[in-house]
């Protein structure tokens, strides 16, 4: 259970940027009811997965209808292509953005 006191100082610790890590040490909570705390007071933010180059992932659906775009066909004639590894349907997007030179 969370008392007013420890829920105010758990807000603004948490916004300050000390991570749920860190606040499972000082409160004696697991991870789990700390998130939990924060997610029913509406101040969690989940961290979003990025790419090692700092981006946000593509979907293979995502590439699927850039594919489809640049072929000018309707994205769900081609949503078989989702069974293919995502590297070669980067490798198709690329390539049909830059022709092979014959």
Known sequence: MYDTETTTKLIALYN???????????FGK?????????S???????KTYTTKQGTAPET????????????SIDPERI?????APKIELLLVLSSIRAPAKK
């Open 16 to 26: 300050a940027g000390t991570s749920v890590e860190e606040l499972t040490k000082i």
């Open 30 to 38: 697991s991870a789990k009811s700390i998130v939990g705390k924060l």
């Open 40 to 46: 029913k007071e509406r101040v969690y933010k989940k």
């Open 60 to 71: 293979k659906k995502h590439i699927i209808a850039r594919i489809a775009e640049q072929l």
């Open 79 to 83: 949503q078989g292509l989702e069974k």
